[in-house]
């Protein structure tokens, strides 16, 4: 009983983390508005390595965070958590207690790191579904006559999404005399994907040996739907044994209970002592 009250408390301190964590269009409030404040206070040479910048950067940076407000979000979801683990492990039986006040703080920190992968990846799922026709529309632009800086910017302005923003970016930085190679290479930073490594290959490669770009883009395009339709039918092979797993242990364990449930009540409705 101690250890299903304690496992029930720690989920629910898990989700009520994740609650607190608002969306890109939201402001920070609870836990987020304190870790926020907390980053902006640390020194800047106390911040993250380069990979917590570069995971920050694949997730979009939600919200306008930055590496010091992470931080902050990590330390006070270490405090948080350390926190609640105090009356939960007073509840645990044996070790389990110090156990619980050992990792808890650990848990904590580690917190805002599964939230910038799990927003990561929703990202790049958003990326590679809007890939394939954003490639189709900068050909056209490209094949009209723009540059390829601007036919990305007008590209991203009459679209939305993620990959759309990220081209009005590169667009904006075309316009200001940044080179587009510079560009590319933020873009790809920002958005680390096999797809758009590739694109930026693609178009420096054409740009060095004179190749027609529209042509390039289409070929792009092309391998771009072939990815995407190769990823479906992965994840469609991976999602059958989990659906027999599924009916293994729910589905043919009722339907045996039933059945026995069935010849029960005939077996007593037959031999039983008359009612």
């Given at each position: 009983?101690?250890?299903?009250?304690a496992f029930a408390s720690t989920a629910l301190g898990v989700w009520s983390l994740a609650a607190l964590v608002p969306a890109p269009s939201q402001r920070g409030g609870g836990l987020m508005a304190l870790g926020i404040s907390l980053g902006r206070r640390l020194r800047p040479g106390?911040?993250?390595p380069r990979d917590l910048q570069?995971?920050?950067?694949a997730a979009g940076a939600p919200g306008g965070i930055g590496?010091?407000?992470?931080?902050?979000l990590k330390v006070a979801g270490a405090v948080g958590f350390a926190a609640f683990a105090l009356p939960v492990a007073a509840v645990l039986p044996g070790r389990l207690g110090i156990v619980a006040i050992a990792l808890a703080p650990v848990a904590g920190f580690m917190a805002p790191d599964l939230w910038l992968t799990r927003r990561a990846r929703q990202r790049a799922g958003h990326i590679r579904r809007e890939l394939p026709a954003m490639l189709d529309?900068?050909?056209v632009s490209v094949e009209s006559g723009?540059?390829?800086?601007a036919a990305l910017g007008e590209v991203g302005q009459r679209t939305r999404g993620p990959l759309a923003r990220e081209w009005v970016r590169v667009g904006r930085e075309c316009a200001l005399g940044i080179p587009l190679?510079?560009?590319l290479a933020g873009l790809v930073s920002r958005a680390p994907l096999p797809e758009v490594e590739a694109l930026a290959a693609a178009v420096q490669r054409a740009a060095r040996h004179g190749a027609p770009l529209g042509a390039t883009l289409e070929a792009q395009a092309r391998d771009a739907r072939m990815a995407r339709r190769r990823r479906i039918q992965e994840q469609a092979a991976k999602a059958a044994p989990?659906?027999?797993?599924?009916?293994?242990?729910?589905?043919?364990?009722?339907?045996l209970m039933l059945v026995a449930a069935a010849l029960a009540a005939a077996l007593l409705n037959g031999h039983g002592p008359p009612i």
């Open positions: 009983m101690n250890v299903a009250l106390a911040v993250a570069s995971r920050i950067a590496l010091r407000e992470v931080m902050g529309l900068l050909r723009l540059s390829l800086g190679s510079c560009g989990k659906i027999q797993l599924v009916v293994a242990l729910l589905l043919v364990p009722s339907v």
